[in-house]
């Protein structure tokens, strides 16, 4: 590997920008704190200057974007019938596919949801059947709070969520449930 003489790895001498050529009085490879005042100055100076520059060069983006889209105008007015017909099947088929995609994850969302609240067999497969995925599509995206709000209705949620890592455990009782089951179990059921 050559070594560049003004790049000296941190040695002393300055920094040479390797874009512009450009000489900036900090060492490379130094880390500021071992920079004087003046020196970490002149570092964020090149890296102002290096942002700015970058900044500069996307200062059109505004112009090509308006340059696109009447690109994208002509060539729509330039199409045959059948070109026009054949794009708009296309952008049908996408949000026909983007539809039942959604629906899809909705239901799987909600099925993993009563799954995590240990519902299974009959009662999972009617409450499957009931569902409807539409009702939680908001425009392109599945409402998840609301498929998780619903879930939430069903089954005691007595057990952790299988993660995969082997069987879920009970969730432990809250302190005051423990002291009143163990209260009923010495004493009885006696009501005041």
């Given at each position: 590997?050559?070594?560049?003489?003004?790049?000296d790895g941190g040695q002393g001498g300055?920094?040479?920008?390797?874009?512009?050529?450009?000489?900036?009085?900090?060492?490379?490879?130094?880390?500021?704190?071992?920079?004087?005042?003046?020196?970490?100055?002149?570092?964020?100076?090149?890296?102002?200057?290096?942002h700015e520059k970058r900044a500069n060069?996307?200062?059109?983006?505004?112009?090509?974007?308006?340059?696109?889209?009447?690109?994208?105008?002509?060539?729509?007015?330039?199409?045959?019938?059948?070109?026009?017909?054949?794009?708009?099947?296309?952008?049908?088929?996408?949000?026909?596919?983007?539809?039942?995609?959604?629906?899809?994850?909705?239901?799987?969302?909600?099925?993993?949801?009563?799954?995590?609240?240990?519902?299974?067999?009959?009662?999972?497969?009617?409450?499957?059947?009931?569902?409807?995925?539409?009702?939680?599509?908001?425009?392109?995206?599945?409402?998840?709070?609301?498929?998780?709000?619903?879930?939430?209705?069903?089954g005691a949620g007595t057990h952790e969520?299988?993660?995969?890592?082997?069987?879920?455990?009970?969730?432990?009782?809250?302190?005051?449930?423990?002291?009143?089951?163990?209260?009923?179990?010495?004493?009885?059921?006696?009501?005041?």
């Amino acid at each position: 590997m050559e070594v560049d003489p003004a790049n000296d790895g941190g040695q002393g001498g300055d920094f040479v920008d390797p874009d512009t050529g450009e000489k900036f009085a900090f060492p490379p490879s130094t880390p500021q704190s071992d920079m004087t005042a003046e020196q970490r100055a002149e570092y964020w100076r090149h890296k102002s200057q290096k942002h700015e520059k970058r900044a500069n060069a996307r200062s059109d983006y505004d112009d090509l974007k308006a340059k696109a889209a009447e690109l994208d105008r002509l060539r729509a007015d330039q199409q045959t019938e059948q070109e026009k017909a054949v794009a708009a099947a296309r952008e049908e088929g996408r949000k026909n596919a983007e539809v039942e995609a959604n629906r899809k994850v909705a239901t799987a969302l909600y099925k993993a949801a009563l799954s995590a609240r240990d519902i299974k067999g009959d009662e999972l497969t009617d409450l499957m059947a009931a569902f409807n995925p539409d009702a939680f599509i908001n425009g392109d995206d599945v409402d998840t709070d609301r498929v998780a709000a619903l879930a939430s209705r069903y089954g005691a949620g007595t057990h952790e969520p299988d993660t995969g890592q082997g069987r879920g455990r009970p969730v432990a009782p809250t302190a005051g449930e423990a002291g009143k089951a163990e209260a009923q179990r010495r004493f009885g059921n006696k009501t005041a």
